[in-house]
């Protein structure tokens, strides 16, 4: 996988849930980045995702530290209070400063932190640093997935070649705004954060916001990228003739990304693509497409094979959107 300049990546095990796996991570730019962020939308919002939601205000990062097998969810005042803490100490570790350090869990909800087991691997964690590989710290967020989840991507900028790569984690609580998942994002691209942000917020618009495979949303969904800009380039603005460059290159990474999630989504046996066509505006093609996406009695059909494409046209009629009967066209593939 190819990597972008100027990142260092560790794992270790704090046997956060059980012993016997590296389930403790952390992503590290050498330089000070440009970050943006996703976050769930679901009124419940792990202590993590309040945190990087206020660390977020700054516009700028320099690690992040990620666990599996507890999501620090539903944990009150201490949940808020470890999360704190952890960040703290990684951050003491790095010699910068807790507001450029970023933390995410994913596990399982309504448990304490383990704070006696998972504070003294932080020192292993960071001592690690460097030796292990952004495919190692996609093995280690995972929880129920069954492969780690990566992509990358080369941009050409000018004369220079930039990375964009990424990893996720998700199979589980998978619905539209983002579903149970984590993802993050390193690029060595320099760009300014609003056009970051502004790019962020368009590819998950297009791509996590849209996959589905159980209808529950997660309390600790989280989409972070990181822009140190070590490539060197004149960095991309609103106006920048490469910023269609980076955004489509982004889309593509974002995309497959979410693709690999409902690949691996839990009892999941098929994936499939819903297109829409002729609608009169984005807003009714994505209705539209959830309503079909959503149905049990769809999902049951394309489980067993069985061209129900009467299931299609009720799940149509129900989603909202104005539409004639008589002027619909279903296909499967080419099939009319």
Same mark, same amino acid.
């Given at each position: 996988?190819?990597?972008?300049?100027?990142?260092?990546?560790?794992?270790?095990?704090?046997?956060?849930?059980?012993? !016997?796996?590296?389930? +403790?991570?952390?992503?590290?730019?050498?330089?000070?980045?440009?970050?943006?962020?996703?976050?769930?939308?679901?009124?419940?919002?792990?202590?993590?995702?309040?945190?990087?939601?206020?660390?977020?205000? @700054?516009?700028?990062?320099?690690? +992040?530290? +990620?666990?599996?097998?507890?999501?620090?969810?539903?944990?009150?005042?201490? &949940? #808020?209070?470890? %999360?704190?803490?952890?960040?703290?100490?990684?951050?003491?570790?790095?010699?910068?400063?807790?507001?450029?350090?970023?933390?995410?869990?994913?596990?399982?909800?309504?448990?304490?932190?383990?704070?006696?087991?998972?504070?003294?691997?932080?020192?292993?964690?960071?001592?690690?640093?460097?030796?292990?590989?952004?495919?190692?710290?996609?093995?280690?967020?995972?929880?129920?997935?069954?492969?780690?989840?990566?992509?990358?991507?080369?941009?050409?900028?000018?004369?220079?070649?930039?990375?964009?790569?990424?990893?996720?984690?998700?199979?589980?609580?998978?619905?539209?705004?983002? *579903?149970?998942?984590?993802?993050?994002?390193?690029?060595?691209?320099?760009?300014?954060?609003?056009?970051?942000?502004?790019?962020?917020?368009?590819?998950?618009?297009?791509?996590?916001?849209?996959?589905?495979?159980?209808?529950?949303?997660?309390?600790?969904?989280?989409?972070?990228?990181?822009?140190? &800009?070590? #490539?060197?380039?004149?960095?991309?603005?609103?106006? @920048?003739?490469?910023?269609?460059?980076?955004?489509?290159?982004?889309? /593509?990474?974002?995309?497959? #990304?979410?693709? #690999?999630?409902?690949?691996? !989504?839990?009892? $999941?046996?098929?994936?499939?693509?819903?297109?829409?066509?002729?609608?009169?505006?984005?807003?009714? %093609? /994505?209705?539209?497409?959830? *309503?079909?996406?959503?149905?049990?009695?769809?999902?049951?059909?394309?489980?067993?094979?069985? $061209?129900?494409?009467?299931?299609?046209?009720?799940?149509?009629?129900?989603? !909202?959107? *104005?539409?004639? /009967?008589?002027?619909?066209?279903?296909?499967?593939?080419?099939?009319?």
């Amino acid at each position: 996988m190819q990597i972008p300049e100027g990142f260092l990546f560790a794992v270790a095990e704090a046997a956060i849930k059980k012993p !016997g796996r590296k389930d +403790i991570a952390l992503v590290v730019s050498e330089a000070d980045a440009v970050m943006a962020g996703t976050f769930t939308i679901n009124a419940v919002k792990a202590a993590p995702v309040r945190l990087c939601m206020q660390n977020i205000r @700054s516009e700028r990062g320099r690690a +992040i530290i +990620i666990n599996s097998g507890n999501a620090n969810a539903c944990t009150g005042k201490k &949940g #808020l209070a470890d %999360a704190r803490k952890i960040v703290s100490v990684v951050s003491e570790y790095l010699s910068i400063r807790p507001s450029l350090t970023y933390m995410c869990s994913t596990g399982v909800i309504g448990t304490p932190m383990p704070m006696k087991r998972i504070i003294p691997s932080l020192d292993e964690l960071v001592d690690n640093l460097g030796r292990s590989s952004f495919r190692d710290v996609a093995e280690a967020i995972m929880t129920t997935d069954t492969f780690p989840k990566l992509v990358s991507k080369r941009v050409r900028i000018g004369d220079r070649q930039g990375i964009i790569s990424g990893i996720c984690k998700g199979s589980g609580m998978i619905a539209p705004n983002m *579903a149970t998942m984590l993802c993050f994002i390193i690029t060595d691209i320099a760009i300014e954060y609003k056009v970051l942000d502004f790019s962020l917020r368009e590819a998950v618009k297009k791509s996590f916001n849209r996959i589905t495979v159980d209808g529950d949303m997660s309390t600790n969904d989280t989409v972070l990228i990181m822009s140190n &800009g070590m #490539l060197g380039n004149t960095p991309i603005t609103k106006r @920048s003739p490469y910023r269609t460059v980076f955004t489509d290159a982004l889309n /593509e990474v974002v995309y497959k #990304l979410s693709r #690999l999630i409902v690949k691996d !989504g839990e009892g $999941a046996t098929k994936l499939v693509e819903i297109m829409v066509k002729g609608a009169t505006k984005e807003s009714d %093609a /994505e209705k539209a497409a959830l *309503a079909v996406a959503n149905s049990n009695l769809v999902k049951t059909a394309i489980y067993g094979n069985d $061209a129900n494409w009467g299931r299609i046209m009720a799940a149509l009629g129900h989603s !909202g959107i *104005a539409f004639r /009967e008589d002027r619909t066209d279903i296909y499967f593939d080419k099939v009319k």
